[in-house]
């Protein structure tokens, strides 16, 4: 029925889907996986069988293809999907890499560039590490008026992370920066290397450009920009764009705005990614684009969750309007 409504729904509108992933990961044992859950999207199986979804269901392009249309060029397809990661995590290119190479999909990795060769998890993922394994008895945070017990269950120390997370994205980037480094600090559990979460390297993210992935921009630190001023948010981007240009050899004119909720880009950001020389923007508000958009600047996508079996994943391709995935509608 679904490849029936997906053909009727692309006779009454043509849209452009963007998928949204960061994790692609088996966590076999979840007590053992200290970082962030919610960040998996699938697990290898859950991503191969929805690639072949894609490829079978859609016509998987990439942003060139979506600017050159705009421009005069080849019309888009009928049926018009793109693929995107956000961050750079290095199982997008040791597990999710090979798939999409050996099916012929194309995908965009939008990527940090301070991270990247750092190997370095990231600050949001560092701290729910610290929740996760600290011997602390109590969480504060004056700045978010937050004064809370620890709980011992790991599932309870993971709702308290996703609760501070939540709070904390709230911040301007200088003060959330403040609180994890205090808590490092007061915690001696200061950022290191770790094996279950760790950034790409440069030389992966060429191979990956060699075979035909895009490579876009996701801010140097991964700051709200609109968190920012307006001097360091012009600035996160302009280094993030020459940043990318110089280590791949290659033009970078698309960017995902970092977390990517409604608080985390605004029209000054926008005026500003233009001027900075950006061609188009996503976001990560749950929707579809209607075509043709002019709303090169708020492309909507669809989130894909590693809780979504794969009918879950076939309606919400089809049907997005019914049922694609809520969850990060707002995490700015």
Not at 99 to 105: E, F, P, T
Not at 108 to 130: E, R
Not at 225 to 237: C, D, G, Q, T, V
Request: glycine residues 6%; aromatic residues 8%.
């Amino acid at each position: 029925m679904l490849p029936g409504l997906t053909s009727l729904r692309q006779v009454l509108r043509k849209d452009l889907r963007i998928l949204a992933y960061h994790r692609v990961l088996q966590v076999d044992d979840p007590a053992a996986f200290a970082f962030d859950l919610n960040e998996v999207s699938a697990s290898p199986e859950q991503f191969q069988a929805q690639m072949q979804l894609v490829k079978r269901d859609y016509d998987p392009i990439q942003f060139q293809d979506v600017l050159a249309a705009w421009n005069g060029g080849a019309p888009l397809p009928a049926r018009p999907l793109i693929v995107t990661f956000d961050d750079g995590y290095d199982d997008n290119y040791h597990i999710a890499f090979p798939i999409l190479r050996g099916l012929g999909v194309p995908a965009m990795f939008f990527v940090s560039t301070g991270h990247i060769d750092s190997g370095q998890p990231y600050a949001y993922d560092w701290l729910v590490y610290m929740l996760c394994r600290t011997r602390a008895t109590r969480l504060t945070v004056p700045e978010l008026l937050l004064d809370e017990p620890i709980p011992e269950p790991l599932e309870g120390r993971r709702a308290l992370a996703k609760e501070l997370l939540f709070h904390l994205k709230g911040l301007d980037a200088v003060d959330q920066a403040a609180v994890i480094a205090r808590l490092a600090g007061a915690w001696k559990m200061l950022p290191e290397p770790h094996a279950q979460c760790r950034p790409m390297t440069w030389d992966q993210l060429r191979e990956m450009r060699d075979a035909g992935m895009e490579i876009g921009a996701h801010g140097v630190h991964h700051h709200i920009l609109a968190k920012l001023s307006p001097a360091a948010m012009r600035e996160e981007m302009r280094e993030s764009m020459e940043t990318l240009t110089r280590e791949l050899g290659a033009p970078v004119d698309v960017l995902s705005y970092p977390v990517g909720g409604p608080d985390s880009y605004d029209a000054q950001v926008i005026e500003a990614a233009t001027q900075v020389g950006f061609r188009l923007g996503c976001n990560y508000i749950t929707g579809v684009n209607r075509l043709p958009t002019t709303a090169h600047f708020d492309l909507q996508r669809l989130s894909v969750e590693s809780e979504m079996d794969l009918d879950w994943f076939a309606a919400m391709t089809a049907m997005p309007e019914v049922f694609a995935h809520r969850k990060r509608v707002r995490l700015g």
